[in-house]
Nanobody, 121 residues
Framework: QVQLVESGGGLVQAGGSLRVSCTVS????????MGWYRQAPGKQRELVAT???????NYADSVKGRSTISRDNAKNTVYLQMDSLKPEDTAVYYC???????????????WGQGTQVTVSS
Protein backbone atom coordinates (compact mmCIF):
# COMPACT_ATOMS: atom_id res chain seq x y z
CA GLN A 1 0.00 0.00 0.00
CA VAL A 2 1.05 3.58 0.61
CA GLN A 3 3.25 4.67 3.50
CA LEU A 4 4.29 8.14 4.63
CA VAL A 5 7.29 8.67 6.84
CA GLU A 6 7.87 12.04 8.45
CA SER A 7 11.04 13.43 9.91
CA GLY A 8 12.52 16.66 11.14
CA GLY A 9 10.37 17.59 14.09
CA GLY A 10 11.87 18.66 17.37
CA LEU A 11 12.31 21.40 19.92
CA VAL A 12 13.18 24.91 18.86
CA GLN A 13 13.17 28.30 20.52
CA ALA A 14 10.70 30.98 19.51
CA GLY A 15 11.95 32.84 16.47
CA GLY A 16 13.84 29.81 15.23
CA SER A 17 13.37 27.64 12.16
CA LEU A 18 12.61 24.01 11.50
CA ARG A 19 12.05 21.90 8.41
CA VAL A 20 9.90 18.81 8.41
CA SER A 21 9.92 16.27 5.61
CA CYS A 22 7.61 13.50 4.50
CA THR A 23 8.44 10.76 2.02
CA VAL A 24 5.82 8.62 0.33
CA SER A 25 6.49 5.03 -0.65
CA UNK A 26 4.44 2.16 -1.99
CA UNK A 27 2.60 1.30 -5.15
CA UNK A 28 0.41 3.91 -6.82
CA UNK A 29 -0.13 5.59 -10.17
CA UNK A 30 0.53 9.18 -9.18
CA UNK A 31 0.70 11.52 -6.21
CA UNK A 32 -1.62 14.48 -6.57
CA UNK A 33 -1.80 17.03 -3.76
CA MET A 34 0.44 16.79 -0.71
CA GLY A 35 0.41 18.82 2.43
CA TRP A 36 0.55 19.28 6.14
CA TYR A 37 -1.96 19.50 8.95
CA ARG A 38 -1.25 20.06 12.62
CA GLN A 39 -2.99 19.30 15.87
CA ALA A 40 -2.24 21.02 19.14
CA PRO A 41 -3.33 19.53 22.47
CA GLY A 42 -7.04 19.99 23.01
CA LYS A 43 -7.58 21.41 19.54
CA GLN A 44 -8.87 20.10 16.25
CA ARG A 45 -6.55 19.18 13.44
CA GLU A 46 -6.06 22.17 11.16
CA LEU A 47 -4.66 22.66 7.71
CA VAL A 48 -1.21 24.22 7.52
CA ALA A 49 -0.25 24.12 3.85
CA THR A 50 -0.89 22.22 0.65
CA UNK A 51 0.89 21.86 -2.67
CA UNK A 52 -0.42 20.38 -5.91
CA UNK A 53 1.66 18.23 -8.21
CA UNK A 54 2.42 21.19 -10.52
CA UNK A 55 3.46 23.18 -7.46
CA UNK A 56 0.54 25.45 -6.64
CA UNK A 57 0.56 26.23 -2.92
CA ASN A 58 -1.94 27.26 -0.29
CA TYR A 59 -1.30 28.31 3.32
CA ALA A 60 -3.28 28.83 6.46
CA ASP A 61 -3.38 32.47 7.46
CA SER A 62 -1.65 31.59 10.73
CA VAL A 63 1.54 30.48 8.93
CA LYS A 64 1.42 32.57 5.75
CA GLY A 65 4.64 34.49 5.29
CA ARG A 66 6.47 32.31 7.82
CA SER A 67 6.28 28.90 6.16
CA THR A 68 7.15 27.49 2.77
CA ILE A 69 5.87 24.21 1.41
CA SER A 70 7.73 22.50 -1.41
CA ARG A 71 7.96 19.08 -2.97
CA ASP A 72 10.43 16.95 -4.87
CA ASN A 73 8.38 14.79 -7.20
CA ALA A 74 11.37 12.64 -8.11
CA LYS A 75 11.75 11.72 -4.43
CA ASN A 76 8.01 11.62 -3.60
CA THR A 77 8.81 13.99 -0.76
CA VAL A 78 7.12 17.08 0.61
CA TYR A 79 8.82 19.62 2.84
CA LEU A 80 7.59 22.31 5.19
CA GLN A 81 10.08 25.00 6.08
CA MET A 82 8.91 26.93 9.12
CA ASP A 83 10.56 30.20 10.11
CA SER A 84 9.92 32.74 12.84
CA LEU A 85 8.32 30.01 14.89
CA LYS A 86 5.99 30.92 17.73
CA PRO A 87 4.94 28.91 20.79
CA GLU A 88 1.47 28.63 19.26
CA ASP A 89 3.00 26.62 16.41
CA THR A 90 3.56 23.81 18.89
CA ALA A 91 1.66 20.77 17.63
CA VAL A 92 1.94 17.36 16.07
CA TYR A 93 2.40 17.88 12.36
CA TYR A 94 0.86 15.33 10.02
CA CYS A 95 1.63 15.06 6.34
CA UNK A 96 -0.80 13.67 3.84
CA UNK A 97 -0.87 12.79 0.19
CA UNK A 98 -3.65 12.21 -2.29
CA UNK A 99 -2.90 9.39 -4.70
CA UNK A 100 -4.65 7.45 -7.39
CA UNK A 101 -3.95 3.93 -8.53
CA UNK A 102 -4.75 4.42 -12.21
CA UNK A 103 -5.22 7.33 -14.56
CA UNK A 104 -8.54 9.04 -13.76
CA UNK A 105 -9.02 6.63 -10.88
CA UNK A 106 -10.50 7.58 -7.55
CA UNK A 107 -8.39 9.68 -5.23
CA UNK A 108 -7.31 8.23 -1.91
CA UNK A 109 -5.77 10.12 1.00
CA UNK A 110 -3.05 8.71 3.22
CA TRP A 111 -1.53 10.12 6.37
CA GLY A 112 1.80 10.07 8.09
CA GLN A 113 2.19 9.11 11.73
CA GLY A 114 2.89 12.66 12.84
CA THR A 115 5.97 14.46 14.08
CA GLN A 116 6.10 16.65 17.17
CA VAL A 117 7.14 20.27 16.82
CA THR A 118 7.62 22.14 20.08
CA VAL A 119 8.42 25.84 20.19
CA SER A 120 9.63 27.15 23.52
CA SER A 121 9.16 30.76 24.56
Amino acid sequence: QVQLVESGGGLVQAGGSLRVSCTVSGTFFSILAMGWYRQAPGKQRELVATITSPGRTNYADSVKGRSTISRDNAKNTVYLQMDSLKPEDTAVYYCYCNVNFRLDGSINRYWGQGTQVTVSS
